[in-house]
C-alpha cells in the first residue's frame, strides 16, 4: 500500500489543523492506520492509531482530547483532526499502515510497514 499525507501547514497556538492521508493499493480497510510524529532532534513519537474496524482508538497522552484520528475505508483515507494546537506539537507528520485486524496499541515505528511521506506542522505562540 502506497500513503500520501497532506494538510500540513502554519498556524498559530490555539488554532486547527486536519491532516489527511491517502492510500493506494488494496485492502485498506485490513490495515492499522497510524499517525507519527518527530520533532528536530527528537525521536518519532507515536501519536494515534485507528483499528481497521475504526473502533479500537489510541492517543497519546499529551494528545488526548485535542487531537481526533477517524477512517474511511471507502475512499481509503486516514485522518488527524488536530484542535487546539500548542507550540509543542511542532513536527513533521508522517503517516502509517500496519496489516492485520487486531486491536492492540501499536505504538512502535517498527510495528508498521508502510509509511507516507511526512507533512510539516509549525505552531507559532
Known amino acids: 500500500v502506497q500513503l500520501q499525507a497532506s494538510g500540513g501547514g502554519l498556524v498559530q497556538a490555539g488554532g486547527s489543523l486536519r491532516l489527511t492521508c491517502v492510500a493506494s493499493?488494496?485492502?485498506?480497510?485490513?490495515?492499522?492506520m497510524a499517525w507519527f510524529r518527530q520533532a528536530p532532534g527528537k525521536e518519532r513519537e507515536f501519536v494515534a492509531s485507528?483499528?481497521?474496524?475504526?473502533?479500537?482508538?489510541y492517543y497519546t497522552d499529551s494528545v488526548k482530547g485535542r487531537f481526533t484520528i477517524s477512517r474511511d475505508n471507502v475512499k481509503n483515507t486516514a485522518t488527524l483532526q488536530m484542535n487546539s494546537l500548542k507550540v509543542e506539537d511542532t513536527a513533521v507528520y508522517s503517516c502509517?499502515?500496519?496489516?492485520?485486524?487486531?486491536?492492540?496499541?501499536?505504538?512502535?515505528?517498527?510495528?508498521?510497514?508502510?509509511w507516507g511521506q511526512g507533512t510539516q506542522v509549525t505552531v507559532s505562540s
Open positions: 493499493g488494496r485492502a485498506f480497510s485490513a490495515y492499522t
Open positions: 502509517a499502515a500496519a496489516g492485520g485486524y487486531g486491536t492492540e496499541k501499536r505504538s512502535w515505528p517498527s510495528e508498521y510497514s508502510y
Open positions: 485507528i483499528g481497521w474496524s475504526g473502533r479500537s482508538i
